[in-house]
């Protein structure tokens, strides 16, 4: 093979490699917020655990039932992260498929539409799980606002009528 087709097979190569690198970045993205919300379920269910020690036994049941909610959405943001990671993964593959077989004269489409389907099809379970756990985040949202306002009272806060 000639310098100059090398260059030209290669620079082909690159430009197809464009796809997956922006898909790489937007992966790069889900995985930051999952992260993010990951972070927060447990920084919760740790403030959880701090007050379960001082809790009226009246109030034990409640921070119990949301402890194991935050579990709950713990996992399922735990696992949607490992996916986005396989995803991400083989992403990188599939671009390292792409130069490998450039480099080695060999056409290894078959390889790369299959890496890319696993990829993809990572993802969409990711987004799914993700999905799940953003219902489960909105079904279990209990606002209430004698607990916002004064956590160990019994009566609500006065009403500005």
Request: aromatic share 6%; charged share 20%.
């Amino acid at each position: 093979m000639d310098p100059d087709s090398q260059i030209t097979s290669i620079a082909h190569v690159i430009q197809l490699a464009v796809a997956p690198v922006f898909l790489l970045t937007g992966v790069a993205a889900f995985i930051g917020v999952i992260s993010n919300r990951l972070g927060r379920i447990v920084d919760r269910a740790r403030d959880l655990e701090r007050h379960l020690l001082s809790a009226s036994p009246a109030r034990i049941e409640a921070l119990r039932t949301s402890l194991r909610n935050l579990a709950k959405r713990a996992r399922l943001a735990n696992r949607a992260l490992s996916l986005c990671v396989c995803c991400a993964v083989l992403i990188c593959a599939d671009i390292v498929v792409l130069f490998v077989g450039t480099l080695a004269g060999e056409r290894f489409g078959s390889a790369v539409a299959v890496v890319f389907v696993l990829a993809m099809l990572a993802l969409i379970v990711a987004l799914l799980l993700f999905l799940r756990e953003v219902y489960l985040a909105t079904r279990f949202l209990r606002i209430d606002a004698s607990e916002v306002y004064a956590p160990e009272s019994t009566t609500p806060p006065e009403s500005g009528r």
